[in-house]
T-cell receptor, first 111, second 116 residues
Framework: EDQVTQSPEALRLQEGESSSLNCSYTVSGLRGLFWYRQDPGKGPEFLFT???AGEEKEKERLKATLTKKESFLHITAPKPEDSATYLC????????????FGSGTRLLVRP | ETGVTQTPRHLVMGMTNKKSLKCEQHLGHNAMYWYKQSAKKPLELMFVYNFKEQTENNSVPSRFSPECPNSSHLFLHLHTLQPEDSALYLC???????????????FGPGTRLTVL
């Protein structure tokens, strides 16, 4: 069964304290792995798509990496405005439409 | 309007009411989705439409009825809901291709539904 597990469930950082969020996945052939950011009361905001192991993508203080079993979202020198829930989702090769989401990591960055 | 819009943003309804949620996408996409997001649970896919054709019904109870009149609009008709149906309902769209769905999904702000 295709599955996505995110850890930690919650993470508190001081401003400037770099860290990483983990997304472990089990899927019968990966078509794509997606990272989203979700603020309270809002819809998820698309961040990155990763397609193959070894791929990396960056956006401001965020960098996403992918291996055959997991993805990391690295946050470098975070700011309070980076506080949000970060969601990971996978799309299997045999499932054109379906995204399987993890439960997310709630990130709080204190000033 | 840009992106994906949803109305209403908040909805309170009784168990015997009938209401509808509306979604509109301004991205020129061909695939549209309904998701349910409950507290402390992953997003659950409910329905998928690709080129106005329903391609997935993820075992959703019949009290939820989707409608997709064209590639830009998606509705979710609600009737005789239960309190456990209270959740954030999210609409999304993606590029889509004839015969397949693909690429990143872009989400609307959601409708916060409370069933009394």
């Amino acid at each position: 069964e295709d599955q996505v597990t995110q850890s930690p469930e919650a993470l508190r950082l001081q401003e400037g304290e770099s860290s990483s969020l983990n997304c472990s996945y089990t899927v019968s052939g990966l078509r794509g792995l997606f990272w989203y950011r979700q603020d309270p009361g809002k819809g998820p905001e698309f961040l990155f798509t990763l397609y193959s192991a070894g791929e990396e993508k960056e956006k401001e203080r965020l960098k996403a990496t992918l291996t055959k079993k997991e993805s990391f979202l690295h946050i470098t020198a975070p700011k309070p405005e980076d506080s949000a829930t970060y969601l990971c989702a996978v799309q299997a090769e045999d499932s054109s439409y379906k995204l399987i989401f993890g439960s997310g990591t709630r990130l709080l960055v204190r000033p | 309007e840009t992106g994906v819009t949803q109305t209403p943003r908040h909805l309170v309804m009784g168990m015997t009411n009938k209401k509808s949620l509306k979604c509109e996408q301004h991205l020129g996409h061909n695939a549209m989705y309904w998701y349910k997001q409950s507290a402390k649970k992953p997003l659950e896919l409910m329905f998928v439409y690709n080129f106005k054709e329903q391609t997935e019904n993820n075992s959703v109870p019949s009290r939820f009825s989707p409608e997709c009149p064209n590639s830009s609009h998606l509705f979710l008709h609600l009737h005789t809901l239960q309190p456990e149906d209270s959740a954030l309902y999210l609409c999304a769209s993606s590029q889509g291709e004839q015969g397949s769905g693909y690429n990143e999904q872009f989400f609307g702000p959601g409708t916060r539904l409370t069933v009394l």
